[in-house]
Nanobody, 122 residues
Framework: QLQLVESGGGLVQPGGSLRLSCLAS????????IGWFQQAPGKEREGVSC???????YYEDSVKGRFTISRDNAKNTVYLQMNSLKTEDTAVYYC????????????????WGQGTQVTVSS
């Protein structure tokens, strides 16, 4: 079983950057795919990016070229570097772990963190 804790959220101006971290505790972290999701007020939780156990990455079109996902298995941590932030990126960001190699659906994620708030505002 994994426990996930997100950190790194905060208030940033449009065009700014933040780096989110997802720290996992538990067994076999390096065998899980880790995804980042965002949930804006009044909206459903949506996938943003994912990194598989083999390092393959996926990005939603809205963040391609601005966000970068990476993992450091020695530190049991996945990062989401967010650059050129926009007001529409404002949301609670969650990380989640999936035992599937290439998860496609939110229901394929087994473990979730509590989320970290990202607010992009001038």
């Amino acid at each position: 079983q994994l426990q996930l804790v997100e950190s790194g959220g905060g208030l940033v101006q449009p065009g700014g950057s933040l780096r989110l971290s997802c720290l996992a505790s538990g067994l076999a972290f390096d065998t899980y795919a880790i995804g980042w999701f965002q949930q804006a007020p009044g909206k459903e939780r949506e996938g943003v990016s994912c990194i598989s156990s083999d390092g393959s990455t996926y990005y939603e079109d809205s963040v391609k070229g601005r966000f970068t996902i990476s993992r450091d298995n020695a530190k049991n941590t996945v990062y989401l570097q967010m650059n050129s932030l926009k007001t529409e990126d404002t949301a609670v960001y969650y990380c989640a772990a999936s035992s599937k190699k290439y998860p496609n659906l939110i229901d394929e994620y087994d473990y979730w963190g509590q989320g970290t708030q990202v607010t992009v505002s001038s």
